[in-house]
Each structure stands twice: as structure tokens, then as C-alpha cells.
């Protein structure tokens, strides 16, 4: 091995499906989102339908065209959606959409009249999560709008659901009563849909009144806790991955070539010290830290130089679960996040390959964001400015810096890309890495491989701050409502609102580029009316992010703000008035090169200022 790489268990994931799928009793929706939570999401769906999974759940549509066009003819279902999706193209992929508004409703069937037979869908409530799905006071006029298109032979009511806030039991049954409610204004009005579902893992798991008709199985199929990080689930699951690094050293001691650039958490020594990873051989290491692209270890005990070490080491999981292997959960414990967000976010330049056979692993085809009808997912773009790219490029050059650092797929940017910008300004390329020396060398680019190669190297691409940025990174508020003082916001309900205001949701989480670790600090721009307060006009239109950060999504507090479904979002970027990368990487715990580099799949990447 001579590249970190990421080996994927299918049979855990089967044996998981199936003895949760035993243990509830239930029908299971097997989740896999945000690429399979990291798995891989075509591998991963076709071990959960082995295993005896009936359905699919992923966030949005394409994510599930990507799935239809490799192949799965399994029932699906999408429930995060923009204002400009095209609802055709699921009708006819045959992808059940979930509306979670009236007004995704109405935009659904006008498109759903013209498809030529009842196109199928689901309605998401807000029981009490404070993100997306329908308010109480919109289900009696949803539930009879379905009925309308039922009637009409427009839609065909395939679902009708909810999902948990967790933030303890009497909240999750308060949320039981609610569903229950939404269940007798359906029944009250004469429609029925195919299926009620309400939990997830957990609510699966531990609350038997949450099971319904089908139980949409994440984490656990991935053999991961959906509680803290230090309460196993006690069914013997097993992790669905194991990451391997081949060991390295120089002058300063042993080191992997994976770091936060590739999804890790953070780690300082004092985080990183109850973690002991497994050699090889059998030998046993301890983690140092975990930098922007290589993480620091030793032997335990004590490095000894002369010690030849196991020519790689297990960071966390094993496919075989007799084995005595960190796990990605106790990661979570030491970085103070959940497992989900610690195999969700490793990023996809890490080979993926199937356990078992030791092949490289089927991944779908990447589906295209946008038809020509419209975009299959909500808008979530890193836009790279190459004019600006350029100049910087050029500026640096003039002052003698020849290179440029292209790691990490040059940050997550594209090697593509920028290898084109950088051989028009002549300058030469470096990477701090021997694996990114060597995916470079397959992707056809001559690189050098440099693992000191100084800071600004990498300066053009404006991780330094100041005005010479050229990334952005946007995205659009996919719902919008108005909500009583008293609710509580996502999962756990960390935030409760203290006065009556309209929340945003934000089709961006940790999946994405928000690390969990961003909640209490972050804020985004939405670009809405400006604010009019107190007879000002407000001088920002930053708004805070509210409650735990979720895998596909935020919700922002607007407050004031007069924002609207559509209405652009700025994470970070380059106007006086956008929250600059610097903040942004600071709240992650990260250096803006590690922020930028671990923007996950779904985020488009768009080069604007052209290619001569
Ligand atoms: C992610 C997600 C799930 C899966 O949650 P787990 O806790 O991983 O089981 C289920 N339902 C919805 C709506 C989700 O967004």
C-alpha cells in the first residue's frame, strides 16, 4: 500500500441492516446520504438491500438519480429540495419526493399534472425538530391538497413521516404525539398514505412507539452509536470501514499522509491522547495530532528508532470486529463530535476499496447538479474566481514564488482546474505529500513533492486572508418559517427560540463543509431585503447559525432579517460584508487550507472568469 485508503466492510453493513431490521420488526429504509455517511453510497446501498432493506433514503435528488442510473430499481425517497428542482426528473426516476411546505406541494403537482400518471409523494412534518418539514398549523391544509391530487389522479400519497430531535425522551414521545395528531387529520380526511415512518436509528431502536411502518436505519448501519459516542448499541454491530495509512518518517518521527485536509477532526495532543491505533504487525501506536495533511504517531511505548514498524496502521475501525481496533466512535469521543461526523466527512480522494475482495470499490457516476429543466439538487457551490486566481498567481510569481501547492487535489478545488491556470502563469507545481505526489501522477500531472514547502505556496488561492480571496462558498435557504418562542431547534434542541421569529434552513452540514464544531460561534450572510431596524438600515445581514449542525443541513435564526426560499446564503467569501474563510476555518478548528480542502462532493465547483 502506498496510499492511505478506506476499506469497506459490505458484509458488516448487510449483518448490521439485517440484525437491526430483526431487533425492530419493522421494515427498514436504509439511509445513505452524503455518499453512503462515507461508505461509499452504491456499495453501500446495494449490501443494505442484500441485507434485507426495502427502500432507500438519501437528502436530495440527485443523490438518488445517481443510484437509478447505476442500476437500483429499489423504492427511494429525497426530502431535501430548492425552489428550482426539477420534479420531473424524479417522477420519472420513479423517486418519491418529500414536500415539507404547501408551497413545495403546489410547485410539485404543477409539474406532477403534466407526467401522465400519479407521481408519487411523500409529505416531511415538523413534529417538533425545528428544521425542515411542514409547521402543525399547515398539515390539515397539506393533507387535503393531497387529497385533491389523489382524487385528481395527480399523486399517489406515498408517504406521510417525521423525524426526532432526540433531545430526550419526553421530547421524542411529545414528538410520538404529534405524528399521532397528523395521523388523525389524515384519517379525518380521508387519506391514507402507503406508509407512516417517524424514527430513525435511535428512535428505531429505543422507542417502539416511533416504528410505524418503516424505520429509516443511518448510523447503525454503518455499526456506529446514534447516542454519545461511549454508549455502544449492545447488538453487536460491527464498523462498516476501517481507514489505513501507510507509515512514514522523517527527521521529526513517524507520521501518516492523512490529516484534516481529508476529513479528520482536528486533534491536538491532549485530544488525541486516549487514542491508540493498531499497527500492521499487531503493534500498537499512539496518535500525536492530526495536521492539515499528515497526521503525527508513535510506537507505544515510547518511539523507538530502531523498531522496524508495520508498514501501515489501522486509524479507526476493523471489518474484523475480533480485533482490538480504535473506532471511529471513540475518535468522536476524543474530538468531542459523534462517529457520523467522523466517517462522513473523509473525503472521497481516499481510495475506497471492498474489504472482502480488496477491489476497488463501485462508486455511482457522479449525476449532474442541474437538467435543463432545472437543478436536482439545492444550490451548494464553491465558486473559484480565476480571474482573481490568476492575478494572485501572477503578483506571487513577480515576487519570486515560482510555485504553487496543488495538495489535496489542490484543496479540494480540482487539480484539473488549477493545473491549467498555474501552466499558463508558468509556474511549477508542489504538494506537500508522497500519496498526492502519487494521485497526481496518475491523474497525468507533473508535480514535485515537497513536504516543506513554505506557506506561501499556497498563498494565491487567499487562505491568508485579505482581499486577494478567490473562493466562495454559497448555497440558498431551502425553507423558511415562522416559529413561537419555545422551539427548539435541531437535534437536541441546543437552541430554543426566546422570542416569535422565522428560521432558514440551509442545505449545507457537516457533510458538506460545517463541522459540527462551527454551532454557538458561526453566522452566515443571507442576502435578503436589507434588514430595516429602528429606523436603520442594518449594517450587516449576517445571521446566526442555530442549533447543532446537522450531516445535510443548518437552520439559521433570520431573526429581522426579511429573507426568503431562494434567498442567497454566503458561508464565506470575498465582499466587505461576506464572513471571510479565515472566520469561518477558525470556527471548524481548522486552517483555511484544511476548510477548503475538505468541501465534500456536493458542493458544485464552478470556475468563473473563464479558461483562455
Ligand atoms: C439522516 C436521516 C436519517 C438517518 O438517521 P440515523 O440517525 O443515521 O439513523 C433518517 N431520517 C432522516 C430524515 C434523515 O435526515
Redesign the pocket.
Known sequence: MTVPRIEVDLAAVRHNVATVKRTVATPIMA?V?AGG?GHGALAVARAALDGGAEAL?V?DIAEALSLRNAGIDAPMLA?LHGPSTDWLAAIEADVDVAVSSIEQLQLFAAVAERAGRPARVQV?LDTGLGRNGANERDWGAILAHVRELEIAGVARFAGL?S?LSGASRDADLRQVEAFERARAIARAQGVEPERYHLG???G?LDLPEARYDLV?????MYGLT?HAPDTPSGLGLRPGLRLVAPLARDAAGWFVEVGAADGLPPLDAGAAAPLRLEGGDGRSWRLLSVGDVTTRVEPVPGADAEIAPAGSITLFGAPDASRRTTSADEWALAAGTIG?EIVTRLSPRLERRDAATGGTLETAPCEPRRTTRGLVAPRRTLTIDAVQLRASIAELADAGVRTLDVSADAYGIGLETIAAIAADEGVDLVVRTAADAERAAAGGHAVRHDPDAPDVARAAYGFRGGASGCLRLTSELVHVKWVEPGTGVSYGHEFVTAAPTALGLVPIGYADALPRRVAGAASVRVIGEAPFRRGQLSPSDRVPIVGRV???QVVVDLGDTEAWVGSPVVVFGTDAADPPLAEVAAWAGVSPAAFVAAIGPRVERVVIGGTP
Open positions: 439511509v446520504k455517511y433514503g437528502a426530502w416531511k413521516f423525524h430513525a436509528t435511535a428505531g429509516r436505519l443511518g448510523i447503525s446514534p457520523y446537522a450531516m445535510d
